[in-house]
């Protein structure tokens, strides 16, 4: 037994370095135009074999650093309507988000968030974690971060 454990596990390593595919999983940092435009010091995302690990996200205006008007509400959808464009762009979804973090400004907001974040995620929530912070980029309410597995990996 312990013998074809350790066969099974050379002939894996084997199949992760073949020579088809030697940078799998070196990482592939991804921006839109507008994110470069703003001269920010991070990427939308980065991509790792199958897996798609998106930067924060505040509810910013596409393309400004203008957050979207009215209150909790208002910026949480503008939040998850990024990160549905950061998903879409990179050859992920919605639907295979695994994980998220939520930062919210005022914990306080846990209920308002959640009636949004409840309309982008009805079935199948991602696992989730949740804080107060005590200040966010932008004086941003709320900030979410999200792991995605991705559709179509672009191929190397």
């Known amino acids: 037994m312990l013998r074809s454990a350790i066969v099974g596990v050379a002939l894996l390593s084997l199949a992760c ?3 088809e595919r030697p940078d799998r999983l070196d990482p592939v940092f991804l921006s839109s135009p507008e994110t470069e435009a703003l001269g920010l010091p991070f990427s939308d995302a980065v991509r790792v074999g199958d897996m798609l690990y998106l930067s924060g996200q505040v509810g910013n205006l596409p393309g400004t650093l203008d957050l979207a008007p009215g209150g909790i509400e208002a910026e949480a959808q503008q939040t998850l ?3 549905r464009s950061i998903l879409t762009r990179n050859g992920s979804s919605l639907a295979r988000v695994v994980k998220c ?3 919210l400004a005022d914990i ?3 209920p308002a968030f959640n009636q949004v974040y409840s309309q ?3 079935e199948s929530p991602p696992a989730r974690s949740a804080l ?3 200040g966010l980029a932008l ?3 709320v900030e979410v971060e999200c792991i995605a597995l991705v559709d179509n990996p672009v191929a190397r």
């Open 17 to 19: 370095t073949t020579p």
């Open 81 to 83: 309507e990024n990160i």
């Open 101 to 103: 973090t939520v930062f």
């Open 108 to 110: 306080a907001d846990w």
């Open 120 to 122: 982008f995620f009805p």
């Open 132 to 134: 107060g912070a005590s």
């Open 139 to 141: 004086a941003a309410k």
